[in-house]
């Protein structure tokens, strides 16, 4: 736990607090909204390499299932095929889980940040001693005298839960975000079991993800809420432009493919 929050609980707690004692007016939504695409730059190239990799998978989709059918009763060749089928495309299937597997520990991070570091005493309006132990040398003399106000805009408590407009706004930027990759799915191929049934979970996650988001969104303080709304609409934008410059280009179910001989 103590590399947890040295390396990612400690780090991102000060550079919200940086942000909110620098930015004019002291506004910690503004710092949050700030935190946030400060994140997504840094995630900005991974993110935009799964989306170039979940693309190419679905270019790909009816030759790998023509595939898997004409080896399905043999294991070993399938595997074989598979790994210089995935070679032959430059693809590796699992790279675009690489967000979600480095954004999920962040997102813990952020949770505890907005659960517990934004604590204040309720006469002063100070950060308890508990939370000033986490702040840097020079944040922690400044946030010793400076109070921390957690109405964002004047209306928005980021430090409490149950906040059904941002939760609401989070859910409906993850449906816009699901439905513009389902957008630019390759059409199925005809009488394909397997990909009517992968059509129909990816049809039932564009709407579960954000009832879900929506639900943790609700449950959570609101400063979560509001970064994952910042969070989403900025993988919108960025997905936007790759599909903008990077049209699909789709291999007709049945034609030839040329695939690496195997020994």
């Not at 909110?20 to 190239?45: C, E, H, M, R, S």
């Amino acid at each position: 736990m103590s590399i947890f929050v040295t390396v990612l609980y400690d780090p991102l707690y000060n550079t919200l607090m940086f942000l909110y004692k620098n930015i004019p007016g002291q506004d910690l939504g503004v710092a949050i909204i700030l935190l946030t695409l400060l994140i997504k730059a840094i995630l900005f190239w991974p993110s935009l390499s799964a989306i170039h990799s979940q693309q190419k998978m679905q270019e790909i989709q009816p030759k790998l299932k023509e595939l898997q059918e004409k080896y399905k009763d043999k294991k070993e060749e399938l595997s074989r095929q598979l790994m210089g089928f995935y070679k032959q495309h430059k693809v590796n299937p699992f790279s675009s889980c690489l967000p979600l597997l480095l954004q999920l520990p962040i997102l813990i991070a952020l949770y505890r940040v907005f659960f517990t570091g934004l604590s204040v005493d309720a006469t002063t309006h100070l950060l308890n001693a508990d939370q000033l132990s986490h702040l840097y040398a020079p944040l922690r003399s400044a946030f010793e005298t400076l109070q921390l106000n957690t109405l964002s805009f004047n209306f928005i408590n980021l430090a409490a839960k149950h906040n059904v407009i941002l939760a609401i706004l989070a859910g409906a930027a993850q449906f816009w975000q699901s439905k513009m990759m389902m957008s630019q799915r390759p059409p199925k191929v005809e009488g394909a079991k397997d990909e009517d049934t992968a059509a129909l979970v990816s049809k039932q996650m564009t709407y579960m993800l954000p009832i879900m988001t929506v639900i943790f969104g609700y449950q959570f303080p609101a400063g979560l809420a509001m970064y994952w709304l910042v969070s989403t609409m900025f993988q919108v934008a960025q997905q936007y432009y790759y599909f903008r410059w990077h049209k699909p280009k789709l291999t007709p179910p049945g034609a030839p493919e040329v695939l690496p001989k195997t020994s």
